[in-house]
């Protein structure tokens, strides 16, 4: 694992991130953004059991999770996370079609960090993903 300096933190340089998502084309769009972030390496599931399983075996730095997953939904997962010592730090970030003030206002209550509403600007995803990531500390 590489480290770098800023601002007098040892900070990490590689990022690990978990890509929750059932639909093959946005995961093909997941993809085609991590390859062009050097420092991501980014790990996928398609149900919230297999996001829950992935995050307790390899503890990712950041999680993306889509809400609306066959069986246990993007909730329940995150529910499921933050009930667990070892998972409950990681930050989620839900991403989800369901772009109502009261759906972003509900996914802020359940404890994701930034709710990005579907479709989304690559930009402005990176900017978040970014804004998330940078401040972390080994």
Known sequence: MAFFMVGGLKMKSNYDI???EDDGINMSLMRHIFKK???????????GEEAVEIATARCPDLIIMDIQLP??????ALACLQANEKTKAIPVVAVSS???????AKGRQAGFIEYIT????????????????RPLPF
């Open 18 to 20: 978990l890509c929750v």
């Open 37 to 47: 972030i050097p420092n991501a390496t980014m790990w996928e599931a398609c149900t």
């Open 71 to 76: 069986g246990m939904s993007g909730y329940d």
């Open 98 to 104: 369901y772009a109502m003030a009261s759906d972003i």
């Open 118 to 133: 579907k479709p989304f600007y690559i930009k402005n995803f990176i900017q978040v993903i970014d804004s998330i990531l």
